[in-house]
């Protein structure tokens, strides 16, 4: 089996650059959409408990 | 359970290991049988990411967590879309650049092969140990439930994974395991409508909310600093997000999962599908739990819910004093049935009062029923020393048993198994991956033929299958097994992902310090350990994983000038 050649310093943004996401136009915005996504969750669940304490 | 039920729970695992059979019949090669042919779109990655982790024991175990001590638990999954977004910026990238076919197989490229084949030999021993207890801890409970041998029902959970794993390898786990997430979901969904259905008429759905939120069943966050509690937001968040980094980034039954894609774009949204669906779908498990908390509020529950256990009684000494026990418990059901109705009608007339003075009573009362489960458990371990008296895990499979109507009961049965089989087939398939690329390929039978590795891996996949039923067999032999095992497990832990994390985030650390901080690192951790045995120290073994990954950190920064090369990132 090949030995794995060594990772480059900057692999990630050139992955990055080599695929576009299916929606929207960078993989930026679809992480800010799922960090926004879970922080209206957390908000979801602190109203929940408030609304029944 | 009757023939609607056998036909619906059979048919359910027929169906499912059929399909995964039949969609896998064209692997031919190596690639195929460990990859999946890597065209799997993001939606069955994302199932199968949630399949992987969700264990029989989420199913049985979590809503009876919720019944007991309510929706905190929650908290735990806070960290885990931060960790998503995290490993789809910084790992996934370098993962699918060097194509590889599993996560040790980057810490040779990074490193060198000993450290690859040391961190590879440390997950076998790890996740070999817990695919056994993935087998045993759902056939326990459900043994003893359904009245099957233990054994019978090790192996029909063992044996059908084994089966259409070594058929069709890591697709074919996949493939089952989209099918098995949909069952699961479907299944939690038509339980919780059962639930509210069997809720008195009287008792609407906001009534219900309201006594369980004045019951303190609903505080699902809080943002309270106080790292004497379990589970809050802050310790969500960090420990959370640390814990299912590792979990995700460097545990092989789950990066194989998301490696099986169609491309990065695909792996990514898989990932992000588990980040955004796996809160909600922990949130529903729970709210299932709060769900029958309330139904037993109306409807008098067993005074110990594993029946097992009372059965132990019959025709024994103990058996008048159980009755005793059973009337007072009768009695008290009773009184907290109308002070709870009591308390309803407070909530209902928006009266302060009256409200404050059920609460106070229904506490009292709830002591008073603690103190004869108590009793019930004391009576349990004087009939029987080796028997098991928490029953937490049992509470929402003796609703399933007892409440649901024929035909749910046989589809309720079929998550739970679907459940077990989702989580060992990923380990089994995981195990073999790593026996067979990190090990046997790489340094043990090397330049063979693409048809010798394939024969191999279905050959590794089925002696970890049974080393899964051995270990799963014979668990009852040894006390406390379980817990040994997750000892075991954070023995290794946290030196693997301190290996993983020199490897991502110090990039002038080279293989030589790498490898030496890792044995430090475990010496540390193992010295802890006995240390702690020894009563020297008081150390929860949970501690153990960040002081193990955080010893090889500090010990490969260290060591690196003396005996490293410089390493050009």
């Given amino acids: ?53 | 359970m009757d023939f609607i039920d056998w036909t619906v729970m059979l048919g359910t695992l027929t169906a499912i290991v059929a399909y995964g059979v039949w969609k896998t019949r064209s692997v031919t090669s190596v690639k195929s049988y460990l990859m999946g042919d890597k065209d799997l779109p993001w939606w069955t990655i994302g199932l199968s990411v949630m399949a992987t982790q969700a264990s029989a024991i989420t199913f049985l175990s979590t809503p009876g967590q919720a019944y007991q001590s309510g929706m905190d638990f929650a908290q735990f999954y806070i960290g885990l879309p931060i960790a998503m977004v995290i490993l789809c910026i910084f790992v996934l990238p370098i993962y699918y650049r060097l194509n590889i076919y599993t996560a040790y197989e980057y810490l040779e490229g990074r490193f060198d092969l000993r450290t690859r084949t040391l961190t590879a030999i440390l997950f076998l021993i790890q996740r070999g140990l817990a695919a056994g207890i993935t087998i045993y801890a759902p056939a326990i409970i459900l043994s003893s439930i359904l009245g099957w041998p233990l054994n019978n029902t090790i192996f029909f959970i063992g044996l059908i994974v084994i089966f259409y794993t070594v058929f069709g390898g890591t697709k074919a786990v996949s493939v089952t395991q989209k099918q098995q997430m949909i069952v699961i979901l479907t299944g939690m969904f038509i339980a919780a409508m059962v639930v509210i259905f069997k809720l008195p008429p009287d008792i609407s759905f906001n009534d219900a909310l309201s006594i369980a939120g004045k019951s303190g069943k609903l505080d699902v966050i809080s943002f309270d600093f106080d790292p004497s509690s379990r589970y809050n937001f802050w310790s969500g968040i960090l420990g959370g997000t640390f814990l299912f980094l590792s979990y995700f980034g460097t545990d092989q039954s789950q990066v194989q999962r998301y490696l099986s894609g169609k491309s990065l774009s695909e792996s990514r949204l898989g990932l992000l599908f588990n980040g955004i669906f796996k809160v909600p779908m922990q949130f529903l498990v729970l709210f299932v739990g709060i769900l029958v908390f309330v139904f037993f509020q109306f409807q008098q529950p067993p005074i110990h819910f594993n029946d097992a256990n009372l059965q132990r009684f019959e025709g024994t000494v103990y058996e008048d004093s159980l009755a005793q026990l059973q009337t007072q418990y009768d009695l008290l059901f009773e009184e907290r049935r109308s002070e709870m109705q009591e308390m309803l009608m407070g909530i209902r007339e928006e009266n302060p009062n009256t409200i404050e003075t059920s609460k106070e009573q229904l506490n009292v009362l709830m002591q008073r029923e603690e103190m004869l489960r108590g009793q019930v458990d004391s009576l349990i371990l004087h009939q029987a020393p080796e028997a098991q008296v928490e029953d937490r895990d049992y509470v929402f499979i003796t609703f399933i048993m007892n409440y649901l109507p024929h035909g749910l009961i046989g589809l309720l049965l079929a998550v739970i198994f679907s459940a077990a089989m989702s989580s060992t087939s990923s380990e089994l398939n995981a195990l073999a991956t790593t026996t067979v690329i990190d090990i046997y390929r790489r340094s043990v039978v090397k330049n063979k033929s693409d048809h010798h590795y394939l024969n191999a891996s279905k050959g590794f996949t089925l002696l970890w299958g049974a080393l899964a039923l051995f270990f799963a067999t014979t668990a009852s032999l040894f006390e406390n097994l379980i817990q040994a095992v997750n000892i075991i497990g954070s023995l290794f832990y946290g030196p693997i992902l301190g290996i993983f994390a020199v490897a991502f985030a110090m990039k002038s650390i080279g293989g030589r310090a790498v490898f030496l901080a890792a044995g430090l690192g475990e010496a540390v951790v193992i010295l802890l350990f006995i240390l702690d045995k020894q009563e020297v120290i008081n150390l929860e073994y949970l501690w153990l994983n960040p002081i193990g990954c955080l010893a090889v950190m500090l010990f490969a920064w260290l060591l690196q000038p003396l005996v490293g090369k410089k390493v050009v990132a």
Avoid: C
């Fill in chain 1, 1 to 53: 089996m090949a030995i794995p050649p060594k990772p480059s310093g900057n692999m990630a943004e050139n992955a990055d650059a080599d695929e576009r996401p299916p929606i929207l136009s960078s993989w930026k915005q679809i992480y800010a959409i799922v960090l926004i996504l879970h922080a209206l969750i957390i908000l979801m669940f602190y109203l929940f408990t408030h609304a029944y304490a």
